[in-house]
């Protein structure tokens, strides 16, 4: 079968590396995809929210499913587009529809269906511009730190965690100003939650649901988790203090009813879902849903995931995900991203790439690169360039394998955290 991946990033190479070891796979397509991508599949020049371009080159090229790996074309309706359109409704599209991609697209939105359906999270209130004096009120209610969550996509730079009121009330301010442009039109406020994150995956055909190995990332810039949040600068799967006894509590009380709570409410979800869990003295509680696989932690799930991806997804399609359960390598799988100088802030593209042939018993998934013409050097085109994922038996011979290798692969400006896992230790 013919498969289009949608997406440019790092998930997007791991989830096509993955997808090429399936026999059921016969010629895959990425769109736009990276340098990387382009040595597992061809490459095609069509951005993920061109939804008309993608129709035509999936009737053109004979696409037996479409497989959407970032937010934004699943939060405009990619699947909505595919089947409302006579000629595209038979070509199964991984994601969910737009009301259903609401879960990561409106915090409000995510918020107020945990509340429907009794799922733990954190005491919020919603208020916009309108309603500044309330939230200042709210504000003062909650213990510091403060949490502010501008309601819509904000590129992954729109939560803030500030310590003091006097702070928390200045950013709000600022957000119904325009920080975050229409993103922020809409403010939840939260009580700050003290805990350790890690993520959780599931793959849901609507009905039945299958999950993923879990990971833990890395958000902020700096060693030791200071400086600034970034898409993520490291993963690490298994987090080893989600054992069995936790695991069955995230199902019991966190992925079930999300699963049920969404075929409930008539929504129509098929795909990955996203859960952004802290664990809050043992118990699992959720901070945020997306509505794809995450990155970095995409790098680090996809290659201990032991089944054939492209028959969990046909099945995931066909509603029979209940025939199928996930097998998983026992060993860790930890992953390093090498970013830009200047990084989550100002930087700049265009940067050779080199050394990535010589890394040695590591996989290279590229993030932020690009081919410089036909023959020319791989080249940065993001913040986030390279993740480097490695295996071992335990998580530090997985690292120590990981920063081995990192320092094989140059650019200019070339940055990455030599602390990932610092804190399972």
Known sequence: MNILLIGSGGREHAIAWKLRQSPLLDKLYIAPGNAGTSQVGINVPIKGNDFAALGAFALENGISMVVV?????????????????????????????????RLEGSKDYAKAFMMRHNI???????????????????????????????????????????????????????????????????VVIEEFLDGIELSVFALTDGTNY????????????????????????GAVSPVPFADKAFMQKVEDRIVRPTIQGLKSEGIDYIGFVFFGLINVQGEPMVIEYNVRMGDPETE?????????????????????????TIRT????????????????????????????????????????????????????????VIAITA???????????????????????????????FDLK
Do not use: W
């Open 69 to 101: 790996g970032p937010e934004e074309p699943l939060v405009k309706g990619i699947r909505d587009y595919f089947l409302n359109d006579p000629a595209l409704k038979s070509i199964p599209v991984i994601g969910p529809s737009r009301e259903g991609a």
């Open 210 to 233: 299958l999950i993923l190995p879990e990971a833990k990332d890395y958000k902020r810039v700096g060693e030791g988790n200071t400086g600034l949040n970034t898409g993520g600068m």
């Open 391 to 421: 295996y071992g038996d335990s998580m530090n011979d997985a690292l120590r394998c990981a920063n081995q290798n990192a320092p094989l692969i140059c650019f200019e400006g070339r940055y990455y955290r030599t602390d990932i896992g």
């Open 120 to 186: 733990p999270t954190a005491r919020y209130q919603s208020f916009t511009k309108d309603t500044l004096e309330a939230a200042c009120a709210f504000l003062k209610t909650l213990q510091a730190p403060y949490v502010l969550k501008a309601d819509g996509l904000a590129a992954g730079k729109g939560v803030l965690i500030v310590p003091t009121l006097e702070e928390a009330q200045a950013e709000l301010a600022e957000m119904f100003s325009g920080k975050f442009g229409a993103a922020g039109n809409t």
């Open 300 to 324: 680090a799930v996809m290659p201990r995931l032991q089944n054939d991806l492209v028959e969990l997804l046909q099945a995931t399609a066909r509603g029979i995900l209940n025939q199928h």
């Open 329 to 384: 390598d026992p060993r860790f799988a930890t992953t390093i991203m090498l970013v830009s100088g200047g990084y989550p802030g100002d930087y700049e593209k265009g940067k050779v790439i080199t050394g990535c042939e010589q890394v040695k018993d590591a996989l290279v998934f590229h993030a932020g690169s690009a081919l410089s013409g036909d023959s020319g050097p791989v080249v940065t085109a993001g913040g986030r």
